[in-house]
């Protein structure tokens, strides 16, 4: 072999080898830029609507109570959180305060109008205990928000994660009739930790930990829920008109859970409480179960009639009971078509009857 082909040889070999490391291979060549689409991002995280448009957006509140009735002259107060930042190795720099609230009183529709920019708020109403608290504006909506409440004070905060560590996250995408929903809550259930030394994560831990939920509007469909410790998560996902879904997505420290989801048209579920004799029974609270979690409450009215919504298609659990014991706690199964209203009868053994032990 001649000098001239030992050379060129030994060019092709370098050539093919720089390529070769060079090239982009499998899913590095097709990897998604975007955190709300990646399953797992190994770079710092920023929390709140760091990737959203800036400005100011119009917000319409709707301040409803639990049967969906207007809340007129009743004062809203939206508080600014602001971001905090972790480094890969889950340090977290010095939280700032909170910013003043931004207050709005109802009219009498219960419409309160206020202009918000982009960013993670908590929501407060005096003496009133609201539904879901933390709201994510990443964008303008396209609708009113309607936001549902209780009378009472609201309940305790939910209990802290003990870890110094938060450098991991949830995301995901929430469809719904083949579109991506702008309007959305997600709720996280932390099972336990991860890794080396540290309990296997299941569903169902001994010590499940929930998250207050947070309402996401106005990002597209997508989501991200930052400075959470490595460990699994029960995800729930519901929206207006929409059923609720469970998901499970482990966390990483460093990166990112998904907890992608499609969700069902609702379906409900109502109908009479009535004792043995088919008489009405009124004040009966009656709850839909999944999997353990209260999906809707309602309370029969004078004619007996409850009615459960935004529920998904399938096998609920009904708990009906009433104050006071004066008629046996009652637990029913029954199926809801998705889409649609079921029709369903609870028949309950109330003192009054002669028939409680």
Same mark, same amino acid.
């Given at each position: 072999?001649?000098?001239?082909?030992?050379?060129?040889?030994?060019?092709?070999?370098?050539?093919?080898?720089?390529?070769?490391?060079?090239?982009?291979?499998?899913?590095?060549?097709? $990897?998604? @830029? *975007?955190?709300?689409?990646?399953?797992?991002? #190994?770079? +710092?995280? %920023?929390?709140?609507? !760091?990737? &959203? =448009?800036?400005?100011?957006?119009?917000?319409?509140?709707?301040?409803?109570?639990?049967?969906?009735? $207007?809340? @007129? *002259?009743?004062?809203?107060?939206?508080?600014? #959180?602001? +971001?905090? %930042?972790?480094?890969? !190795?889950? &340090? =977290?720099?010095?939280?700032?305060?909170?910013?003043?609230?931004?207050?709005?009183?109802?009219?009498?529709?219960?419409?309160?109008?206020?202009?918000?920019?982009?960013?993670?708020?908590?929501?407060?109403?005096?003496?009133?205990?609201? =539904?879901?608290?933390?709201?994510?504006?990443?964008?303008?909506?396209?609708?009113?928000?309607?936001?549902?409440?209780?009378?009472?004070?609201?309940?305790?905060?939910?209990?802290?994660?003990?870890?110094?560590?938060?450098?991991?996250?949830?995301?995901?995408?929430?469809?719904?009739?083949?579109?991506?929903?702008?309007?959305?809550?997600?709720?996280?259930?932390?099972?336990?930790?991860?890794?080396?030394?540290?309990?296997?994560?299941?569903?169902?831990?001994?010590?499940?930990?929930?998250?207050?939920?947070?309402?996401?509007?106005?990002?597209?469909?997508?989501?991200?829920?930052?400075?959470?410790?490595?460990?699994?998560?029960?995800?729930?996902?519901?929206?207006?008109?929409?059923?609720?879904?469970?998901?499970?997505?482990?966390?990483?420290?460093?990166?990112?859970?998904?907890?992608?989801?499609?969700?069902?048209?609702?379906?409900?579920?109502?109908?009479?409480?009535?004792?043995?004799?088919?008489?009405?029974?009124?004040?009966?609270?009656?709850?839909?179960?999944?999997?353990?979690?209260?999906?809707?409450?309602?309370?029969?009215?004078?004619?007996?009639?409850?009615?459960?919504?935004?529920?998904?298609?399938?096998?609920?659990?009904?708990?009906?009971?009433?104050?006071?014991?004066?008629?046996?706690?009652?637990?029913?199964?029954?199926?809801?078509?998705?889409?649609?209203?079921?029709?369903?009868?609870?028949?309950?053994?109330?003192?009054?009857?002669?028939?409680?032990?």
């Amino acid at each position: 072999m001649s000098a001239r082909t030992v050379l060129f040889v030994f060019v092709g070999a370098v050539i093919a080898v720089v390529a070769w490391f060079a090239w982009p291979r499998g899913h590095e060549a097709n $990897a998604p @830029a *975007d955190a709300a689409t990646a399953p797992r991002v #190994t770079a +710092p995280i %920023v929390r709140g609507s !760091d990737n &959203a =448009a800036g400005g100011s957006l119009p917000v319409r509140f709707a301040l409803r109570d639990r049967r969906g009735g $207007a809340l @007129a *002259d009743t004062e809203l107060s939206v508080i600014p #959180t602001p +971001p905090r %930042v972790t480094d890969p !190795d889950g &340090a =977290a720099a010095p939280a700032a305060p909170n910013a003043a609230p931004i207050t709005a009183t109802s009219g009498a529709d219960g419409i309160a109008t206020m202009t918000l920019a982009p960013g993670l708020y908590t929501l407060a109403i005096a003496n009133r205990a609201l =539904a879901v608290d933390h709201l994510e504006l990443d964008g303008a909506p396209d609708r009113e928000i309607e936001i549902a409440s209780d009378e009472g004070e609201p309940p305790p905060p939910p209990e802290p994660l003990d870890t110094e560590d938060r450098s991991g996250g949830v995301v995901g995408t929430v469809l719904g009739g083949g579109a991506h929903l702008p309007d959305f809550t997600v709720a996280l259930v932390y099972d336990g930790a991860i890794g080396p030394g540290k309990p296997v994560v299941h569903a169902g831990a001994p010590h499940p930990i929930e998250l207050a939920p947070r309402r996401f509007v106005g990002g597209g469909g997508a989501f991200r829920w930052p400075e959470l410790p490595a460990g699994g998560y029960d995800v729930w996902i519901w929206a207006p008109g929409w059923g609720a879904a469970h998901t499970h997505t482990n966390v990483e420290a460093n990166a990112w859970g998904d907890a992608s989801i499609t969700l069902s048209p609702a379906a409900s579920v109502s109908g009479p409480v009535q004792d043995g004799r088919g008489v009405a029974v009124a004040k009966v609270i009656v709850t839909a179960e999944l999997d353990g979690r209260v999906l809707d409450q309602g309370i029969s009215d004078a004619d007996g009639i409850y009615l459960l919504d935004d529920l998904p298609g399938g096998t609920i659990t009904l708990r009906a009971r009433i104050v006071h014991d004066a008629c046996e706690p009652k637990t029913e199964i029954v199926s809801a078509a998705a889409g649609k209203r079921t029709t369903h009868t609870i028949e309950m053994t109330c003192a009054w009857q002669g028939q409680r032990p």
